[in-house]
Every structure is written in structure tokens, then in C-alpha cells.
């Protein structure tokens, strides 16, 4: 299930302080978590109802999902160093070639 907080960034396009700007609130009843918006600060926009956020849930899915992809990316990528050492040492068209399989082994999802 996709986390409220997520939600929230992807219905304002950024990461609110979500000590100030926005208070989240989780009651659990009987082990099932109820979270909730308890205090909306952004005079920008106006607080989301649930619907509006509940049909952002595939925009964050895809959002999380490149996220991951990208985060997979940077770990075969190696450290810029390494890569400079890579392109010494095997020459610019290996290093692309190997930038397009790692591109193509973790694929994000087009917006």
C-alpha cells in the first residue's frame, strides 16, 4: 500500500517539512492503520481530499519505482573514480556500452 507521505509529495511536486508544513496522524483501530492528514500548513495549495491523493497512488508507484531504478543504477555505475578508471582503461565507447546495458538492466518508467 502506497504510504500517505508519498502521496502528499507527489500532489504538491515536493517534499514538504512534515514537522511543520504538514502533520501526519496514524490512529490504529483494532491493528489497522488509519493515517490521516491532522494539520495541512502550505498556503499554496489547498489540502487534498482523499480521492485526490487515492488517484496519485500509480504516479507514486512509478515514482518509487524510478527511484529504485535509478538507486540500482548508481550502485553498478561504480564510484566517479572508478568510472574515470574504466573510460582510461577501456576507452569511451566501452564505458557507453556498458552505461546502456545498466540502463537497460534497470529500466525506469517513461512519465
Known amino acids: ?13 515536493r517534499e514538504p517539512d512534515f514537522n511543520t508544513e504538514v502533520k501526519l496522524q496514524d490512529d490504529t483501530v483494532d491493528g489497522i492503520s488509519n493515517p490521516y492528514i491532522s494539520e495541512w500548513n502550505i498556503k499554496d495549495k489547498v ?5 485526490q491523493l487515492n488517484a496519485l497512488t500509480n504516479e507514486v508507484t512509478k515514482l518509487e519505482n524510478n527511484s529504485n531504478a535509478i538507486a540500482n543504477r548508481q550502485k553498478e ?33 517513461n512519465s
Open 1 to 13: 500500500m502506497i504510504k500517505l507521505d508519498k502521496k502528499i509529495i507527489a500532489y504538491l511536486g
Open 47 to 51: 489540502k487534498p481530499t482523499n480521492d
Open 77 to 109: 555505475y561504480g564510484s566517479v573514480s572508478s568510472q574515470i578508471e574504466y573510460i582510461t582503461e577501456q576507452g569511451l565507447e566501452a564505458w557507453k556500452t556498458k552505461v546502456q546495458s545498466i540502463k537497460l538492466k534497470h529500466p525506469k518508467e
